[in-house]
């Protein structure tokens, strides 16, 4: 699926990956690809994208949404910061 990752400042990320987790404001949530389109918010926490089955990128997020389309992931948040 593609993942776009955007704060009102820049593009933190776009390209296809094979899933992401998210913290969302009721818990953790995983969407992987063909996911079912879904609009969901976001908590402040830890953001992991699955870039293949063996490869993850961290990034420590601030609260936004997420919206699901197309098999294209859209995290708007306000903030986010690569944990190495």
């Known amino acids: 699926m593609q993942l776009e990752i955007l704060t009102p400042e820049h593009k933190v990320y776009s390209g296809s990956v094979y899933g992401i987790q998210l913290p969302g404001t ?5 969407i ?5 389109p879904m609009i969901a918010a976001l908590g402040k926490g830890k953001m992991k994208v699955l870039v293949d089955k063996h490869n993850t990128e961290v990034y420590e997020i601030s609260a936004g949404f997420v919206e699901i389309i197309n098999n294209t992931a ?5 903030d986010a910061t690569a944990l190495v």
């Open 32 to 36: 992987l690809d063909k996911h079912a």
């Open 74 to 78: 859209s995290v708007l948040i306000e």
């Open 26 to 30: 009721q818990g953790s949530f995983e």
